[in-house]
């Protein structure tokens, strides 16, 4: 029974977890079977080919570890790093913070860059903090490629820029998590060293699947690290990757199934299509806030993010309400607005598999519920402004032309 029953379907709009596909619930609506047997492995080699795909990457070696961003992250840092190393990082939002946590409790010597939430990344520290390390001191430099918290997406290549002017050798690591299949991520051509994703966010699957991506030069480094890692450690699968049987412990099949269908979906739709998609979601959700006479918590343009949009709410309402409301009374789920920013922002996530009459859904829920919170916001204004701009930019659906 469910007893927070409510009639038609969740509109689920917290960036990750997200919607899934009902090709994807149909793919992964399978019994166990014998990872050992010939079918497991013979699947699992294509999936690490395709998934390398997803990262636009040629070079680089996949994981894909029974685990969560968080997991994700430890593995980044722990496979290519030994305690006291010097990492550079950027504390822009809630996900920067908690990684950077991490990297504080695992004994590693973080040097952080501070900037207000709803800015991204400060660059030009960066820049003379490298200037200064002629000796190289600094051994990474880890950054969100997106933060989930404030709606701020950084510019990974003007991060590759500064680290080839200096000549700088500091591993290059990027957290994808709310990035990766949603906007447009060069691994290669970034120079990035490990990159990382969790499966229950663009990709549309359910939680419970990092993806791990390490350059030649992380998986150099990982043979010489010193931190202490077992379940992490890229070895024992490279160890099996060796072997052909690809595991070194028991994969979820279903997710393996579930996967495979995500990402054919992915190709059907073709990458750059999808990163187009995104970027047409976000662009109608930032033109309906902008209706509602509402702030985005991302400051410039430069930052906006095509998954995410915090929006700002006047200080006379408490944005927690406006997500409870969301929920209890038009089955729509909402972002609360989380640490610094909390009671203060809510947030549309507007990543996955999610189409546009789907987020218009969403606009038209929120309208509602800002009224009902006391807010004097003119019914079908962000509606209005979202179909304006989407009924002159929506291609034909591809495989139906
Ligand atoms: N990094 C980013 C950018 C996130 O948005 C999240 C979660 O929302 C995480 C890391 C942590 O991922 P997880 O909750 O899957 O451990």
Known sequence: MDNYYGPGRNHLFVPGPVNIPEQVLRAMNRNNED????????????????????????TGTPFLIPTTGTGAWESALTNTLSPGDRIV???????????????QRLNFNVDVIESDWGTGANL??????????????????????????????????????????????ALFLVDGVSSICALDFRMDEWGVDVALTGSQKALSLPTGM????????ALEASKTSKSVRVFFDWKDYLKFYNMGTFWPYTPSIQLLYGLREALDLLFEEGLDNVIERHTRLAKATRLAVEAWGLKNCTQKEEWFSDTVTAVVVPSYIDSS?????????YNLSLGLGLNKVAGKV???????NLNE?????????????????????????????????????IPMIPSRI
């Open 321 to 329: 309400e406006i997500v409870r409301r969301g929920w209890k009374r």
């Open 357 to 393: 009459l789907q987020l218009l859904g969403c606009l038209a829920g929120v309208e509602m519920i800002l009224k009902d919170v006391g807010y004097p916001v003119k019914l079908g204004s962000g509606v209005a402004a979202a179909c304006a701009f989407l009924q002159n930019s």
């Open 89 to 103: 990082s950027f504390l822009i939002g809630q996900f920067s913070l908690l990684w950077i946590d991490q990297m």
């Open 346 to 352: 809510f947030r549309i996530g507007h990543l996955g």
């Open 124 to 169: 030009e520290v960066l820049g003379s903090k490298l200037a200064a390390d002629t000796g190289h001191t600094i051994k990474a430099i880890c950054i969100v490629h997106n933060e989930t918290a404030t709606g701020v997406t950084n510019n990974l290549a003007a991060v590759r820029k500064l680290l080839d002017h200096y000549q700088h050798p």
């Open 35 to 58: 990872y050992r047997s010939p079918a497991i492995p013979a699947m699992t080699k294509v999936l690490l080919e395709d998934v390398k795909k997803i990262f636009k990457t040629i």
């Open 210 to 217: 990092g993806i791990v991506c390490a350059s030649p030069k």
